[in-house]
C-alpha cells in the first residue's frame, strides 16, 4: 500500500468507490434499472405530446412539440435529480464517514459526476433517436445549449448544497425539495415559451431562473425561435449566488457533517 498518495488521488479513489457503490445501490443488480432514467423523460413528453395532440397543436412556437417539449424537459430533470440528490448525499453516506479517507464533499462529487453523466448520456439518446424518426435536432448553437445547461446545473448545486446543509439541522429538510420542484414544473416554461404568453403577464415568470434557463436554450437551440425575456446576465448572476451560498453553508458546516 502507498503511504505516500497525494490528497487529490485518495479524492479520486474514494469517489470511484462511492461510485461504484451508488450506482449499484440506486439501480441494482437488474439492467432494467438503468432504463428507467431514460424511459421517465420520454413517458413524460409521450403524455404531454399526447395532449397536445389530441387538442390538435402538433408544433409549439413553430417548433416540432416533441422537440420543443425535450429540449426543456431535460434541463429541468437534471436540475430536480440534482437538488434531489445532493440534498441527501452526506445524510446517505453518513456511515462512511468515519474512515478518514472519506470527507463530506465526496459524496457530492460522486453524485454531480453521476447525475452529469446520465444527463449527457440520456440527452444523445433521445436525440440521436429523433433524428433517426426524421426531426431537426441538430442545434443552432450547441456552445450557448451546453452553457445554458451548465448554469443551470451549477445554481442546482448551489442549491442541493443549501439543503444538504440544512438536513444536518432538520432531517426533514428534504421535503423541501418537492414543495420547490412541483410548483417550477408549472411555471419554468416546459409546457410553453415566452411568445405564447401575453406581455403583460411576462413579469410573473421572468423572475425565475429556469424560466431563463428554458428560453434561453430553445432561443440557442432553433434558429426560428428568439426569446424576448431570456437574460444570460440574469442566469449568470442567479447560478454564480447559489453556488457561492452553497458551497459556503457547506464549508462552515463541513464538520457537523461528521461529528452529528
Known amino acids: 500500500m502507498n503511504k505516500n498518495r497525494s490528497s487529490l488521488i485518495i479524492m ?30 420520454i413517458a413524460t413528453v409521450a403524455v404531454l ?27 429541468f430533470k437534471l436540475f430536480t435529480n440534482l437538488l434531489n440528490h445532493l440534498s441527501s448525499a ?12 472519506v470527507s463530506a464533499i465526496d459524496p457530492i462529487v460522486t453524485r454531480v459526476i453521476i447525475e452529469l453523466s446520465i444527463y449527457l448520456i440520456v440527452y444523445c439518446i433521445i436525440f440521436s433517436f429523433l433524428a433517426w424518426l426524421g426531426f431537426d435536432v441538430v442545434p443552432d448553437d450547441f456552445l450557448k445549449v451546453l452553457a445554458a445547461s451548465a448554469l443551470l446545473a451549477l445554481m442546482a448545486i ?30 419554468s416554461g416546459i409546457m410553453y415559451s415566452a411568445t405564447m ?32 425575456v431570456g437574460s444570460w446576465l ?3 448572476i442567479c447560478a454564480l449566488v447559489s453556488f457561492s451560498l452553497g458551497l459556503t453553508t457547506f464549508y462552515v458546516n463541513r464538520l457537523r457533517f461528521i461529528t452529528t
Open 12 to 41: 479520486r479513489d474514494t469517489v470511484h468507490a462511492l461510485m461504484m457503490r451508488e450506482i449499484k445501490t440506486r439501480f441494482g443488480a437488474n439492467r432494467l434499472g438503468y432504463f428507467w432514467a431514460l424511459m421517465e423523460p
Open 49 to 75: 405530446g399526447l395532449i397536445f395532440t389530441l387538442v390538435g397543436r402538433h408544433s409549439l412556437a413553430n417548433i416540432p412539440v416533441a422537440v420543443f417539449l425535450f429540449v426543456a424537459l431535460l434541463p
Open 90 to 101: 452526506v445524510e446517505a453516506n453518513k456511515a462512511l464517514m468515519a474512515y478518514r479517507q
Open 158 to 187: 448551489g442549491f442541493g448544497l443549501m439543503l444538504c446543509s440544512a438536513m444536518s439541522y432538520w432531517g426533514d429538510a428534504k421535503k423541501m425539495v418537492g414543495i420547490i420542484t412541483r410548483p417550477l414544473l408549472f411555471i
Open 197 to 228: 404568453i401575453p406581455t403583460t403577464y411576462w413579469y410573473l415568470f421572468d423572475w425565475n431562473p429556469i424560466f431563463h434557463v428554458m428560453e434561453l436554450s430553445r432561443d440557442a437551440y432553433f434558429s426560428t425561435y428568439v426569446t424576448p
Open 234 to 236: 440574469y442566469l449568470g
